[in-house]
């Protein structure tokens, strides 16, 4: 990265942005726009993303045996989860080329992000999802947009497999491979650092499905550091489901992640670790996180398990200072709930 | 009121407190302390709510008739609804009197509010809900946040009227009777001022269930005005469903309004109007909504059906400037999308 900036001068700039009430600084993102890829100012579709908030959690922390922990909720974006981070940025780029529409496969969350920037940009939205394998508010959210919904038979990596059959030139894919989505993924970062005044935690820990977004995060504390931000990166844990494509935390049931190779990286630059989680212990770990108020889907609560996971292994420290990420709305997945409360 | 602030000094003060990460700040009522009942800071329960964004609908100005017509969408709280505005305030009451728990009657969003505030409060959640007519996505949060529940035989007013069979010295009420509530609720009115730089709507619209919203907001217009924040009041609209416990917009269906009082003054006192709106009305508007990538649950998109009406009317001049409130997310009520899309 080539970007010089007065580090010192940019955070100030960026509080002082986050208390304007300036409509593109009303994102999480756009407040950002320094580090992010040049987009015309009236192509830019948003949401108000980006305001997640940091939840401290004593009660986590004591059920993985760390000294400290915080939950980043990025379910608390407009469409509930974390996906809208980099949606802006991708919609806002299909928009500024002059796009017809946005594309993606989904487990449900990409697709509901993308009808919803799609409508607010004004662009066709095409959503391709494994039949009887996305929940039911997913599915309502992309028909409330207008999302047309093409249901396809078999996975998550089967929906993405035919991808190409639906894009043509006019009409973006707006998956993780779609390198926009990174670039807004990745203010994920920032927003961890700026809530802790950049001071850096220990590990980051995230649920892992596509991939897609320990990639962003990943490259965003890189990025922090490259610029002088922050003076360490954090290490990374991400955690996936052991039950791979059956995990009944629909939100990280991919088989064949699309960024394994950027999030490869990631976790090698970050000296990081990667583990898996049984949905048995997702589901434990999910009712501790709702004790203490804090709702999530079932892929959210991954990282939680994972953490208590990598206690029990002795490979994070019991001084550890430690934020997980949480990726969905509790409201994205009522029916798991239910379920587990059967 | 007795409290003498300087407005501009004021208005500086929040600004800053939105732009700091101070934890209390980080919560859009408990930013406005000087303006809330004075309640022990160890005793505050919040979490990060008041931070709902100003959505500019260009499409739904269209649809209504009117020049300029923007969202204020209190979904965007933690649980996906307005109560979280007032429930931060009773439920920290309730902790500081050293209350065993806190109970509510509720269509839904009141109790998985009161829900996740006790559980993040160590307090005991009890809700009294109409069998029947509670959203799956809503009975869900109640049980991810260890409420007890109680299904009553008949609508919400039957539910409220058992309220007192529960209730004991050690359980708080925090229906929208509970004056903190109110106090939490005022400061929509608040964010609506703020976000305009302190520029007066004509009008603010609202959907209408038990009333406490708009006796709640109404007040909050005029303490800012006694305040000198503003120097005049908009005029408000409340819009109720002309199905009364029957709508299919559950989060409104209130037969009996509880702040019934408090809502007549506030529509005296703003020179505002009360109309009711067909259940078709509220789904065609709703649908209008999402059309500009906002999700909404049905009750919220009574505000734009009943706009639209006071335009066909004349009651609304085609040049004004409009806030229309929305009052809870789409993932609250998947089930009428679906519903509605057949």
Redesign the interface.
């Known amino acids: 990265m080539e970007r010089r900036l007065d580090p010192l001068g940019y955070k100030r700039i960026v ?2 942005r ?4 300036e ?1 593109l600084f ?1 994102s999480g993102v756009w407040r950002y726009r320094e580090l992010l890829p040049p987009i015309d100012p009236t192509s830019i ?1 948003s ?2 993303e980006g ?1 997640m ?1 940091l ?2 959690a004593p009660g986590g922390a004591s059920y993985a045996g760390v000294d400290r922990l915080a939950y980043l909720h990025l379910g ?1 974006n ?3 989860s974390f996906k809208d981070l980099g949606m802006t940025v991708a919609v806002s780029a299909a928009k500024a080329a002059g796009m017809r529409g946005v594309v993606a496969a989904s487990t449900g969350n990409t697709a509901s992000s993308m009808a ?6 004004g662009l066709e939205a095409h959503a391709l999802v494994p039949r009887g394998r996305v929940t ?2 997913k ?3 992309m ?4 999302a047309r919904i093409v249901e396809v038979e078999g996975s998550f990596d089967d929906a993405f497999a035919q991808l190409d059959r639906v894009a043509d030139g006019a009409l973006q894919i707006v998956n993780s491979t779609n390198p926009f989505r990174l670039e807004g993924q990745k203010c994920a970062a920032f927003s961890i650092l ?4 950049w001071h850096v935690p220990d590990w980051v820990v995230l649920p892992g499905g596509n991939l897609g977004n320990i990639s962003a995060i990943g490259r965003g504390f890189r990025e922090a550091l490259e610029l002088h931000l922050i003076d360490r990166l954090p290490r990374l844990a991400l955690v996936r489901a052991d039950a791979g494509t059956q995990t009944r935390a629909t939100a990280i049931a991919v088989g064949i992640p699309q960024s394994r190779e950027r999030a490869s990286r990631e976790l090698h630059e970050s000296d990081g670790i990667e583990l898996v989680a049984s949905d048995e212990a997702i589901f434990a770990a999910k ?1 501790r996180i ?6 999530c889907e079932p892929a959210s609560a991954a990282s939680l398990a994972g953490l208590r996971i990598l206690r029990e292994r002795g490979r994070v420290a019991p001084d550890a200072d430690v934020v997980a990420v949480l990726t969905g ?4 997945d ?2 798991a ?2 379920h587990a ?1 059967v």
Chains 1, 2 share one sequence.
């Open positions: 509080r002082e986050r208390g304007s009430y409509p009303a579709v949401l108000a305001n908030p939840y401290e608390m407009p469409t509930g919803a920037y799609a409508a607010r940009a039911q508010a599915l309502a959210q028909l409330e947009y207008g700026e809530q802790r005044g009712a709702g004790r203490e108020g804090i709702g709305h509790v409201l994205k009522a029916g709930v239910q409360a």
